[in-house]
């Protein structure tokens, strides 16, 4: 399973989940205050996907 490492929107902590792909992000709780819906900071090793957006030319032309 992934590692992910989230922000608690509401206290700052940081820390690290275990997360299936299949789990929602919404339902992380933080462990210092117990807040749901941190921030993500970082995306798993493998699965990344490019969406679109500046600065990432793959193919010039
Ligand atoms: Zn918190």
New binding site residues.
């Given amino acids: 399973m992934p590692i992910y490492i989230y922000r ?1 929107r ?4 940081k820390f690290e989940s275990f997360r299936s792909i299949h789990d929602n992000d919404a339902e992380v709780t ?1 462990p ?4 749901k819906n941190p921030e993500r900071l970082f995306a798993p090793v493998f699965g990344q996907i490019s969406r679109g957006g500046s600065g990432n030319q793959r193919f010039p032309t």
């Fill in positions: 608690c509401e206290c700052g902590e933080c210092k205050c117990g807040k």
